[in-house]
Structures are given as C-alpha cells and as structure tokens.
C-alpha cells in the first residue's frame, strides 16, 4: 500500500505494523488462506493448495482500532 490509511473511527492517521504469530519456537508473520479451515491429523489444520498470503495490520494510535490486509507486500524482508 502507497500511503498509510486513515481510520474509519476517529480519522487519525494509522501506523502500519503486522500480528506476531509465535509457533514452536519461531515467530512468524500471519497469513491468509484461501477456504474454510479442514482439520488434519498431524497438524491439526490443513493448508489450501492456493499460495498463503502474509497480512498486514494497521493501528490506530488514538483509538486502537486495527485494520487488516492480506498482500503480498507485507511478507517478512
């Protein structure tokens, strides 16, 4: 995304960041998948045979509100 939204509350400008995702020792960015979550045995959910898309959260420091994004550009660099 160009430029940083503007919140839907309160109108401030929103500051772009990202949900920690910690799992077995590693912390990880959080993806999207596309389809209703299908449970597996071993891992207890099944991926999607589309391509996981990373999100992007943005917080409003006035209010706290969060907006959410799943592209491409937020994968960790």
Known sequence: ???SP???KCKSGME???VLDNTYGSRVVSQWAA???LKSFWLGT???EEKLVPIGT?????CGYLEAYARPEFAAR
């Open 1 to 3: 995304m160009a430029a």
């Open 6 to 8: 503007q919140c839907p």
């Open 16 to 18: 772009q960041g990202f």
């Open 35 to 37: 389809g209703a979550p």
């Open 46 to 48: 099944k991926l999607p």
């Open 58 to 62: 943005y917080r409003c420091p006035s």
